[in-house]
């Protein structure tokens, strides 16, 4: 396994698809923030990122004054689940078709909604993933606000595509198992597109996603992801990987702006977190877990991260899920 798939093998990916539209020009639809969305397309879940797959036509996405042009192929992504809009038009901020687009998402209804106002038509379909943003903050925090790839450049990415074309028409005849597959293919979808930017990013990109493909880093963060309650000292780790531990630290230190042991704590008290608001199991039982031999070493390693202790972020935590916002 790549640390890539360490990660989102422990992330518990869970998409949708939520919108099947074609607009004719003019026409424009905003959304919300996804923690808006959430409430009503998947409460369960603590984040969503946003995606919409262009299937004909062109749309235009806005978000904060940029604007990005669309074309059929390409999948639009707001990882961090800002507010956006789209439109038939690069000027335009007008978005009547929002309020019977709400209605659709709302009702869950994914049969073909036509609407806009009878000029050049854009097919669109729009989904969510839903993910867990302690165990996904290393792919979330690398990612730009708002980013586009196109899946039509080869087999894999065509296939997708009209897989989840033939099961959206399915989903919307009420044929039984096509939202589970289309969950699945989401899934799929979504990993795709991360898959493909990571390959566009440049040779001399820093961060997380261009660590991870990185053969050194890359095994580095994969070790770590899989066995976070190990021991692990900076001679395990550049033993493991073949390199002297000083030229570890430096690689890992010119992707990540941290070295490898700040890394693994901070991963670790990310997993603990989770736990904390996840499962019933004690602090010390937690502690253990991840790696800590004391309790009172991983009550003060917590605190220093997250600003409360383990306990009082437990409470706090679980009381804001209970009164998540409503749409």
Not at 107 to 112: I, S
Not at 188 to 204: G, K, M, N, Q, T
Not at 259 to 270: A, S
Request: aromatic share 8%.
């Amino acid at each position: 396994m790549d640390a890539f798939s360490d990660i989102l093998s422990g992330v518990k990916l869970n998409g949708a698809l939520y919108f099947n539209a074609e607009f004719s020009a003019p026409w424009g639809v905003d959304t919300p923030a996804s923690q808006y969305l959430s409430a009503i397309l998947a409460p369960e879940c603590p984040h969503l990122v946003i995606y919409h797959l262009v299937i004909d036509g062109a749309a235009f996405a806005h978000m904060d004054g940029s604007v990005l042009p669309l074309v059929p192929g390409d999948v639009v992504v707001f990882p961090h689940g800002d507010p956006h809009i789209l439109t038939s038009e690069p000027h335009s901020a007008e978005t009547p078709e929002t309020t019977v687009v709400r209605r659709k998402v709302q009702a869950r209804d994914l049969t073909r909604l036509q609407a806009g106002g009878g000029g050049s038509r854009t097919r669109l379909v729009c989904g969510f993933m839903g993910c867990d943003p302690q165990l996904s903050r290393p792919i979330l925090s690398a990612l730009p606000p708002i980013l586009k790839v196109n899946v039509r450049s080869d087999a894999s990415g065509q296939w997708l595509e009209s897989s989840i074309l033939q099961l959206v028409e399915e989903a919307s005849s009420g044929r039984v198992g096509s939202e589970a597959m289309l969950s699945k293919l989401s899934e799929a979808l979504f990993v795709d597109i991360l898959r493909r930017y990571i390959a566009s990013l440049p040779e001399e990109q820093t961060g997380w996603l261009s660590g991870s493909r990185d053969p050194v880093v890359g095994r580095s963060l994969s070790l770590m992801h899989r066995q976070a309650h190990h021991p692990w000292t900076i001679a395990d780790l550049a033993r493991e990987v073949g390199i002297s531990r000083s030229a570890l630290i430096e690689r890992f230190t010119r992707y990540l702006s941290e070295p490898p042991m700040t890394y693994l704590t901070r991963w670790r008290l990310q997993l603990a977190a989770r736990s904390l608001v996840r499962t019933p199991k004690g602090v010390a039982e937690i502690a253990a877990e991840v790696g800590y031999e004391s309790e009172a070493a991983f009550n003060r390693a917590f605190k220093r991260e997250f600003g409360l202790p383990p306990a009082r972020y437990r409470r706090d935590r679980r009381n804001s899920v209970v009164e998540q916002p409503a749409t």
